[in-house]
């Protein structure tokens, strides 16, 4: 049952908080274009959904797209701006998803939305982390985000479909504010983001 009011619960919540933060929203354009050099302050990516399906996430771009001699993208962590890392540690680049929960792509709580080429790798119990829409945030972002294995976040996620409640929800929105704040796990140790999933990690 809640499964189905949660749907129009991220809805409503979402069009008011876009109707009283976009001065804030128009401000971090306006420093990310300046500090993207020029090259767009949207980032657009193919990722899973519900049921598997495709859909665009929309976050802020908090990397330049400078490449090297050969062509080829600089590391995440040469690209990433002094901006961008603010905007990132802070968990600002998140917001322009409460686009795609207006859209009904994602909901405010459940599994990060991974990309497309991983759905091979999974396991069939990990494939069941897309039985929910995915979320802004997650069970596996307040326990570890990105500081921990990939297999521990995909337990997380299934845990999380598992138990999928309003009391849970309001528990993980409470502590997401918590780490962000703390800014805990906001990357991968030694790593400027986080490393790719390869079926094993």
């Keep these: 049952m809640y499964l ?3 749907r129009i619960i991220d809805f409503f919540v979402a069009f008011c908080l876009l109707l009283v ?34 859909f665009r996430v929309i976050k802020f771009k908090t990397m330049t797209d400078e490449r090297d001699k050969d062509g080829k993208l600089l590391p995440d962590e040469k690209r990433l701006t002094r901006v961008g890392r603010v905007v990132r540690s802070l968990s600002i680049d998140e917001l322009p998803q409460l686009i795609n929960v207006l859209k009904g792509d994602m909901a405010f709580v459940g599994p990060r939305p991974l990309l497309p080429k991983y759905l091979p790798l999974y396991s069939k119990e990990q494939f069941r982390r897309h ?8 069970w596996a972002q307040i326990n570890g985000r990105n500081n921990i294995s990939w297999t521990k ?12 409640s309003l009391g849970l929800d309001l528990k993980i929105l409470f502590l997401t504010v918590k780490k962000v704040f703390v800014r805990e796990g906001i990357s991968k140790e030694g790593e400027a983001t986080t490393v790719p999933f390869d079926g094993t990690n």
């Design 4 to 6: 189905y009011s949660k």
């Design 21 to 54: 933060i976009w001065p804030f929203l128009l401000i971090i354009i306006i420093f990310l274009y300046f500090a993207n050099k020029g090259t767009g302050v949207f980032f657009t990516q193919e990722r899973l959904g519900r049921n598997a399906k495709i």
């Design 131 to 138: 039985e929910v829409r995915p979320g802004i945030t997650g």
């Design 153 to 164: 976040k995909f337990e997380y996620d299934v845990w999380y479909v598992d138990h999928l």
